[in-house]
């Protein structure tokens, strides 16, 4: 067929009329369009359906005709097809859009065209039909685009159950699937894997103090860097809040994880801008190594974490290979926290009070509280044992509460008592003072016991690594002015800072004879007691040694010119009966204000 424009010839003039019944009647009554063309492709029929759609009443070859409605979009596919089925002479089927006046729209057709051949095989006639598909398609496209959106969403789906939201790093799922894998292959070819498990030190802390945003920033920083530390082969995993894990499937030595280990925490506490605020945070890391250390994902991943706690509690931004003793370590303090839970309402702990004493006059000069926990599962528990896990997960802070209550209670009572004021001391962990809430809760429970703050001392432990030692600085200046009398523990313990010594406004310095021992393995812990007293000393602080359980300790501290000593040897810790006995067998003058 020639499909140029061509003179038009009303259909009229081309037409045969019927008689009523006729196909040419029958085909008005069909939805489609129905056609018929002579062997040169002249439109021969048309059934009432074209005109009412297309709105064309006149029409001359069949390619002119159609031209005129075809969508010019489809044009070109058309025109192509057309071309090959009239040269051949080869029945088509295609699909395209036409034009209807009536509406303004374009519609899509599917016409279907076929020959009529004489005996000798030549097209003597065309014939076709157009039918209406526009429903159709549209459903078909609806379908592929749901389908499509659908394939998407599944996808996104299927990374986000992967991956962790705020850093895009694979979450415990995907991580734990990856460790698997390499087990398989570190097993078969023989090699060495590590897991690396990382916990941000005081990290709560910058969350309760710059907010949420400020740490969801710091984390996204983290996974940064710690990426940026690895190879690509190996995977970086947030597990949650603040623990990430590391997992290197192929290691040549142990030695090169340890390696891997300090390059990840340089990286994790260098400075970090958030926002106008740069901060400062360390990371605690433990490391586990396939096959030492667990064959299975779940063990491998465990014993890191157990590694990980262990370098927290010798005092963080530190790294720890995994140890087998640390798994009853870990099974010990799982058992402790069980335990500790709901002891306090339960009555499980109680204080008891070991006297100080004045150095020259040798009267009591105050009272240290000391808790005590007796547990029907796990029996006496020493603080020592208990305390730094109640930090751990919080507890400790109603503990911290109710120590400070009984404490002014007692005070109170013994004042009362006495007929003179007798000063109690309660250990404060670090802990409280990240809280913002401790200084009103000191307040409130002086006020409840109408105690004077000059009868309260408090014991800050001199480690203070990890905590925010601005916050300790200003709420204990706020404890000063109020009159509570403040004291630095355990001076001279690793981790005990100078600088904090200075930063915070202390009244005394508490000097543990037994740490004096622990100090330096090498040098004479009189030695050490010396220059620790003399350095408290030089900065006018008043002097406690405490653990003094010899007279040659007694005699050593008093030559010194210690002003306090508290130990063993001159009193032990008394139990809440006993102190009473103690505090009522005391004269009027026997305490100091
Ligand atoms: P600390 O504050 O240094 O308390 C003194 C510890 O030394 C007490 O041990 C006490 O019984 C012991 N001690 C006293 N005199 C001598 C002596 O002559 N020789 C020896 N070897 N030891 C002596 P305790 O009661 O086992 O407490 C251990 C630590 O637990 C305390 O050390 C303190 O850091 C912590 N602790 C105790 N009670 C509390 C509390 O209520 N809150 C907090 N946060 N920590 C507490
Ligand atoms: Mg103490």
């Known amino acids: 067929m020639r499909v140029e424009q061509e ?4 259909i009229e003039a081309q037409l045969v009329p019927g008689a009523a019944g006729s196909p040419v009647y029958l085909a008005d009554t069909l939805p489609q369009i129905v056609w018929t063309a002579d062997a040169d492709g002249r439109v021969t029929y048309f059934n009432r359906r074209w005109y009412e759609y297309t709105g064309l009443d006149a029409v001359g070859s069949l390619g002119f005709a159609f031209r005129q409605a075809l969508h010019p979009g489809d044009e070109e596919r058309t025109l192509a097809r057309w071309d090959r089925a009239w040269r051949l002479g080869e029945p088509y089927e295609i699909e395209y859009r036409l034009f209807a006046r009536s509406t303004g729209v374009y519609r899509w057709f599917l016409v279907r065209a076929n020959t009529v051949l004489d005996e000798s095989g030549r097209v003597v006639q065309w014939s076709g039909t157009c039918t209406d598909i526009d429903d159709q398609k549209r459903f078909e496209e609806e379908a592929r685009r749901h389908a499509a959106e659908l394939k998407a969403s599944r996808a996104e789906l299927a990374h986000l159950v992967r991956h962790d939201a705020l850093t895009g790093l694979p979450n415990r799922l995907l991580f734990t699937d990856r460790l698997e894998r390499a087990l398989a292959a570190a097993e078969r070819h023989g090699r060495l894997l590590a897991v690396f498990f990382v916990d941000l030190d005081g990290f709560k802390r910058i969350n309760d103090t710059l907010g949420h945003e400020a740490g969801d920033e710091l984390l996204k920083e983290i996974a940064r860097r710690l990426t940026s530390v690895v190879r690509s082969s190996d995977t970086v995993a947030r597990l949650g809040g603040d623990e990430f894990v590391v997992l290197v499937p192929e290691l040549e030595r142990p030695e090169d994880a340890m390696a891997l280990a300090r390059k990840l925490l340089r990286h994790a506490g260098a400075a970090y801008d958030l926002g106008a605020q740069r901060v400062r945070v360390t990371a605690s890391l433990g490391v586990s190594v396939y096959p030492d250390d667990a064959d299975g994902a779940s063990t491998l991943l465990r014993h890191a974490d157990v590694a990980m706690y262990r370098a927290k509690q010798s005092g963080k931004n530190d790294a720890r290979f995994f140890a ?37 006059t040798g009267r009591p000069v105050s009272f240290e509280a000391l808790l005590r926990w007796t547990n029907p599962v796990l029996g006496d528990v020493p603080p020592e044992r208990f305390v730094p896990i109640a930090e751990d997960n919080g507890v400790i802070v109603e503990i911290c509460e109710w120590v400070i209550d009984q404490s002014c209670g007692r005070a109170a009572q013994w004042s009362h008592a006495a ?7 309660a250990n404060v962990s670090l802990v409280q003072l990240d809280r913002q809430d401790f200084v009103p809760m000191i307040a409130d429970a002086l006020r409840r016991h109408g105690l004077d703050p000059r009868q309260l001392e408090l014991e800050l432990t001199a480690r203070i690594g990890g905590h925010d030692v601005d916050l300790a600085c200003a709420q204990m200046a706020e404890l000063a002015r109020l009159g509570v009398r403040l004291t630095m523990d355990e001076f001279g313990t690793p981790g005990s800072s ?11 310095i508490k000097i543990d004879q037994q740490v004096a021992r622990d100090v330096v393995a090498d040098r004479s812990p009189e030695r050490v007691l010396e220059a620790l007293v003399s350095l408290a000393q030089a900065l006018e602080f008043t002097v406690v040694v405490s653990g003094i ?32 006995a103690f505090v009522a067998s005391l004269l009027p003058e026997a305490t100091e204000p």
């Open 7 to 10: 003179q038009v010839v009303p």
């Open 324 to 360: 087998p003793e640390m798994n009853a370590e870990a099974h010990q303090r799982m058992q402790i926290a069980a335990q500790l839970d709901g002891a306090l309402e339960r009555g499980e702990l109680r204080l008891e009070y070991q006297p100080q004493f004045d150095a020259v």
């Open 419 to 425: 007929g003179a004021s007798v000063r109690v001391a």
């Open 498 to 508: 100078i600088d904090h010594v200075m930063r915070l406004p202390l009244d005394a």
């Open 549 to 580: 359980e010899t007279e040659a300790q007694r005699r050593q501290a008093l030559g010194l010119g210690c002003d306090r000593l508290q130990g063993f040897l001159l009193g032990r810790p008394l139990t809440e009966c006993e102190a009473d």
